[in-house]
């Protein structure tokens, strides 16, 4: 079964109080498109919402063969980037949602939770966990879960997609704090550099 990688990049990030933290560079290139790359290292379907198609995200991933969706509504909320971007995924394939802020993530992480998808008899969520089990990120969802991408609203994300089937979830330990760690405040990104020695 194909797993697209779904990366929401359409939001704009106030709390970082105007700079933009999906372009931030780490490791000599813009985070979006480092997660991107990692993605793609994970799966050949990686599909990226985006506010536009000409400004400066678009244009750090330009390169990448990943299918980028603009959302003209992204200020109503991140169910907009969920909604434009899941109508992209084939019927048939499930998709995984790569929150773009998490730089810590992997594509071995990427490919561990497509693996126990793929390694399960029926058709189950999956969500990555920190090492101590802390339920986090990325989250995958099988085919039947993408109808309900479409009545998502607000700011609130797939949460409620991912409560309704908590009884077919099975978390998948990825290393460290991969999960966990999200950069959306200015001291967040200083934090996360001092601790890399940067």
């Known amino acids: 079964m194909t797993v697209a990688i779904l990366i929401p990049a359409a939001g704009f990030g106030t709390r970082m109080r105007g700079a933009d933290k999906l372009l931030q560079i780490v490791d000599g290139i813009p985070l979006l498109r480092r997660v991107a790359l990692r993605a793609l290292a994970a799966t050949p379907l990686v599909i990226v919402t985006l506010p536009d198609l000409g400004g400066a995200r678009a244009q750090a991933i330009g390169d990448l063969a990943v299918q980028k969706v603009p959302v003209p509504d992204a200020a109503t909320g991140m169910a907009a980037s969920l909604r434009r971007g899941a ?112």
């Open 87 to 198: 109508a992209k995924v084939p019927g048939d394939a499930a998709v995984m949602i790569v929150p773009a802020d998490m730089p810590d993530l992997t594509s071995d992480d990427f490919s561990c939770i497509i693996n126990a998808f793929l390694a399960t008899p029926h058709a189950i969520l999956q969500q990555g966990t920190a090492a101590d089990g802390t339920p986090g990120h990325p989250v995958l969802f099988p085919p039947d879960c993408l109808p309900a991408f479409a009545k998502l609203n607000g700011d609130h994300g797939a949460k409620q997609i991912l409560m309704a089937n908590m009884h077919r979830l099975q978390r998948v330990e990825l290393a460290g704090n991969h999960a966990l760690i999200d950069l959306d405040t200015p001291e967040a990104w200083d934090a996360w550099n001092a601790a890399r020695g940067q």
